[in-house]
Nanobody, 127 residues
């Protein structure tokens, strides 16, 4: 069974930075893509970023939503079980619960294509 656990959320002022992490346990070797989604207050959940998983030692391309491009980066940690979402120049519009997701199919921006989800971590940005 694959389990995802997010951490790193918190409260920051506008212009600040946060680094979210997503840890994977029970990692299936056919997991091919990981993603971040977010859901702001009163909003629908939206896709933020994806990373193509190539193997135990490297990842492929990342794709970032236009709304956060240039401010957010999605990267691999020191091992295949951790990925990070570095968020910079945060604005109040970034306030949301951020979810990590994974799938054994190819990368997608659709929630329905992701089989595994974390419990979410809250990010609050004040003006």
């Amino acid at each position: 069974k694959v389990e995802l656990v997010e951490s790193g959320g918190g409260s920051v002022q506008a212009g600040g930075s946060l680094k979210l992490s997503c840890g994977v346990s029970g990692y299936p070797y056919d997991t091919s893509c990981m993603a971040w989604f977010r859901q702001g207050p009163g909003k629908e959940r939206e896709w933020v970023a994806t990373i193509d998983i190539k193997g135990d030692y490297e990842d492929g391309a990342t794709t970032i939503a236009d709304s956060v491009k240039g401010r957010f980066t999605f990267s691999r940690g020191n091992n295949e079980k951790t990925r990070y979402l570095q968020m910079r120049s945060l604005t109040p519009e970034d306030t949301a619960t951020y979810y990590c997701a994974a799938t054994r199919f190819g990368c997608s921006i659709r929630q329905v294509d992701f089989l595994y989800w974390g419990q979410g971590t809250q990010v609050t940005v004040s003006s």
